[in-house]
């Protein structure tokens, strides 16, 4: 199978040794739907069977997610579980790819709030509408978009539109996809007050913040980003975010499976102070599967 090392028929036997589940932090557990190997196989209809390699390949990145980004995932339960993120206000996860963040987070959250889940690609979305159907997940809003810093920039986009990497377009025939942005998207929504803003969109992460400015101003969010710090501005970004009166830090946590200067940030609003967590050992990382950028604490701060 293309992007990992798996046939269709291991990649179908780990699937069904699981059960077609998986387990994320706090206990949750989310089915994904059946697929079997005839289901592929006995297909002649090629778009069709593409379309179901297309879900094996999902499900496979689906069930190995709450092994991914470990540290990252657990400071956000915690940051729940603790009320530090307030379980009554909405999320914002622009870049949610396959909704692995998305639904999970939204069953930790009251019903009266939703995950704002956005993405470019009808593909991701309709696999995540899929999973939080079988999970009778309800509260989250399906937004298809790119954002950028304003409502209607012309941009481009080199890569799969499943995992994008958007530019802004030199000219019109360059231009895939028309810009929306943050604040434009929420203040559209009935589901205004937002606790959280999770922006993983491949270097596009200044631009689409910067179109959150409103957002960040009146409701003071909690903001995690990634960053390729080798090639990305992240300085520029860090200290637009500062001017808000926040503190970043860099989770102290590598992201196997990615680029080697990939890490994650999260930014705190200095008013309301950090939030306490869980001290960890580094010399018992790999027994949580998780492999520290360097000694100390769960986050390290930005200066």
């Known amino acids: 199978m293309q992007n990992t090392n798996l046939s269709i028929s291991e990649a179908i036997n780990l699937l069904e040794q699981h059960d077609f589940k998986v387990k994320f932090e706090g206990g949750i557990i989310l089915k994904m739907p059946h697929i079997s190997i005839s289901d592929i196989e006995n297909d002649n209809i090629t778009k069709k069977k593409q379309d179901k390699l297309g879900l094996l390949r999902k499900e496979i990145a689906y069930l190995q997610r709450p092994e991914k980004e470990k540290l990252l995932r657990l400071i956000i339960f915690e940051l729940f579980h603790s009320g530090y993120l307030d379980k009554n206000k909405s999320i914002i996860d622009i870049g949610c790819w396959i909704a692995d963040n998305a639904i999970p987070w939204s069953l930790l959250m009251n019903k009266n709030s939703v995950v704002h889940a956005i993405d470019p690609s009808e593909e991701n979305l309709n696999f995540g509408k899929n999973i939080a159907d079988l999970n009778d997940c309800k509260n989250i809003n399906w937004v298809k978009a790119v954002c950028s810093e304003e409502?209607?920039?012309?941009?481009?986009?080199?890569?799969?539109?499943?995992?994008?990497?958007?530019k802004n377009a030199n000219n019109e025939k360059e231009t895939t996809h028309i810009s929306n942005n943050l604040d434009n998207i929420i203040n559209c929504?009935?589901?205004?007050?937002?606790?959280?803003?999770?922006?993983d969109v491949e270097g596009f992460e200044e631009k689409t913040l910067r179109g959150a400015k409103n957002i960040i101003e009146k409701e003071k969010p909690v903001i995690l980003f990634e960053q390729h710090i080798s090639s990305d501005k992240t300085?520029?970004?860090?200290?637009?975010?500062?001017?808000?009166?926040?503190?970043?830090?860099?989770?102290?946590?590598?992201?196997?499976?990615?680029?080697?200067?990939c890490r994650n940030f999260i930014s705190f609003d200095k008013k309301k102070g950090?939030?306490?967590?869980?001290?960890?050992?580094?010399?018992?990382?790999?027994?949580?599967?998780?492999?520290?950028?360097?000694?100390?604490?769960?986050?390290?701060p930005v200066n």
């Open 151 to 166: 409502v209607g920039e012309h941009l481009s986009f080199k890569g799969n539109i499943e995992h994008a990497n958007f």
């Open 189 to 199: 929504s009935q589901y205004k007050s937002i606790s959280l803003i999770h922006a």
């Open 235 to 261: 300085k520029d970004l860090i200290e637009y975010i500062k001017d808000f009166d926040y503190d970043t830090f860099m989770i102290n946590e590598i992201l196997p499976g990615c680029q080697p200067d």
């Open 274 to 300: 950090v939030p306490k967590l869980p001290k960890i050992i580094n010399s018992q990382g790999r027994q949580m599967n998780i492999f520290f950028a360097c000694l100390g604490e769960a986050l390290i």
